[in-house]
Structures are given as C-alpha cells and as structure tokens.
C-alpha cells in the first residue's frame, strides 16, 4: 500500500495564478483532510470530507475550495493565490470508528511570489 | 471548541537521558482522544502514541509513555532512553470521538544532543 500520496511535493505560484493540489489514499478510508502548517503555528485544518461527495469547512476555510469526486481522491484549489497562502499542505485520511487515527501524506511546500 | 497549548516550544535532552514534553487542553467533552505525532526534518508526520480518554491507564509504546490527568486536563509525553533519531518537532493532538477532526499543539522542537 502507497498510504497517502500528494502531487505535487513543491510548488512555486505568483500571486494570482491558480492550481490544485491531489491527494490519493489506498487504504479505503472514510474521512479526508486538508491541513496547512505554519512556523510556530502547528496545523490548522483547512477543509475536510467525510465521504463522497461530502466537504466541510474547517478552521481557515479561506480562499480555498475542495472537491471529493471520489472516495480515494480529495482535492484542494487555490482559484487566484496570495502570498499568505505560502505555507506546507499535508493530506489526511482516517476510516470511520475507532480511535480516529489519521494517517499523513508526505506535505507539499507552496510558495506564492 | 477545543484547544490544544504545548508551552515548550524547544527542549534539549542528552543522549540515553529521559525527556518529557507537556501538553494541555481544553474542552468540555468528556470522550474524546489524544495524540502525540512526531515530525522529523523529512516533514512527514508520525504517530507516535495515542490514549483514549475513558482509559485510566497510562498508554507505552516502547521507549515512548504518557502521564494522563484527565482532572488537570493535562497529557505529557516521556522519552526514556533518548536516541538520536527522537530530534523532531513533536505535536500533541485532540480529536473528539463524535467527530474526525484532529486539534494541534503548537509544537515543541526536541533536540538530542550526542
């Protein structure tokens, strides 16, 4: 099993540009999760899915929109970048029940210029 | 809503020497869970203990316990016999069991010197 994946690992955008970061989980879970990470600021929670087709706000929801056409799949836009949005983004996925262990993917370092 | 505070933001500990890292929270759930994810400079986020909070006992994992106190609303993490490869940022975590949603610290910076 690959785990969770994420494409692209490094981005570079100038401010404005748009692009969509890929997340893919093998391992038929539940429950997705966007996250960025911050100096000093631990990880915040971005959006979340609970399923197909289902997306929720989380915490900094802000100009960033999700989509989850697919189970294995959740994607994460950003429509017209901004300097602030410089950060890593890490990919979650967890099955439901349990202990609600959540599984990481590998970050993706964003810089916008 | 929950809220999660690590008040060391670095520590430093010898190598084969025993660490602890502290960590509280807030909430008024009484389930819920509680992580301590490490983050190497690889960037990837590791599990490394987890404790049910309807669980008096303390969870171990190897070199790695936890000190527990649900009254205090307190959950400490203790490295024994510290190795070189424990230097990683170190994030303690809450998630309610109603719900998937995973609160972190801020993080403390871990250094094991040799």
Same mark, same amino acid.
């Given at each position: 099993?690959?785990? +969770?994946?994420?494409?692209?690992?490094?981005?570079v955008?100038?401010?404005?540009?748009?692009m969509?970061?890929l997340?893919?989980?093998?391992?038929n879970h539940?429950?997705m999760y966007?996250y960025?990470q911050?100096?000093?600021?631990?990880?915040?929670?971005?959006?979340?899915s +609970?399923?197909? /087709?289902?997306?929720?706000?989380?915490? +900094? %929801?802000? /100009?960033?929109? +999700?989509?989850?056409?697919?189970?294995?799949?959740?994607?994460?836009?950003?429509?017209?970048a901004? %300097?602030?949005q410089?950060?890593v983004?890490?990919?979650a996925?967890?099955?439901?029940?349990?202990?609600?262990e959540?599984?990481?993917g %590998?970050g993706t370092r964003?810089?916008?210029? | 809503?929950q809220t999660?505070?690590?008040?060391?933001?670095?520590? !430093?500990?010898q190598?084969?020497?025993?660490v602890?890292l @502290?960590?509280?929270y807030?909430?008024?759930? @009484? &389930?819920?869970?509680?992580?301590w994810?490490?983050?190497?400079? !690889?960037?990837?986020?590791?599990?490394?203990?987890? $404790?049910?909070?309807y669980? $008096?006992?303390?969870?171990?994992?190897n070199?790695?316990?936890? &000190?527990?106190?649900?009254?205090?609303?307190?959950?400490?993490?203790?490295? @024994?016999?510290? $190795?070189l =490869?424990?230097?990683a940022?170190?994030?303690?975590?809450f998630?309610?069991t109603?719900g998937s949603?995973?609160?972190? =610290?801020? =993080?403390?910076?871990?250094?094991v &010197?040799p």
């Amino acid at each position: 099993n690959a785990g +969770v994946t994420q494409t692209p690992k490094f981005r570079v955008l100038k401010t404005g540009q748009s692009m969509t970061l890929l997340c893919a989980q093998d391992m038929n879970h539940e429950y997705m999760y966007w996250y960025r990470q911050d100096p000093g600021m631990g990880l915040r929670l971005i959006h979340y899915s +609970v399923g197909e /087709g289902t997306t929720a706000k989380g915490e +900094v %929801p802000d /100009g960033y929109n +999700v989509s989850r056409l697919k189970k294995q799949n959740f994607l994460l836009g950003l429509e017209s970048a901004a %300097p602030s949005q410089t950060s890593v983004y890490f990919c979650a996925s967890s099955y439901y029940g349990g202990t609600y262990e959540q599984y990481f993917g %590998p970050g993706t370092r964003l810089t916008v210029t | 809503a929950q809220t999660v505070t690590q008040s060391q933001p670095e520590m !430093s500990v010898q190598e084969a020497e025993t660490v602890t890292l @502290s960590c509280t929270y807030d909430t008024s759930e @009484s &389930n819920y869970y509680l992580f301590w994810y490490k983050q190497p400079p !690889s960037r990837q986020m590791i599990l490394v203990i987890r $404790q049910e909070a309807y669980k $008096q006992q303390n969870a171990t994992e190897n070199r790695f316990s936890v &000190n527990f106190q649900k009254a205090a609303k307190s959950f400490s993490l203790k490295i @024994s016999d510290s $190795q070189l =490869g424990d230097t990683a940022m170190y994030f303690c975590a809450f998630s309610l069991t109603s719900g998937s949603r995973l609160t972190f =610290g801020e =993080g403390t910076q871990l250094t094991v &010197n040799p």
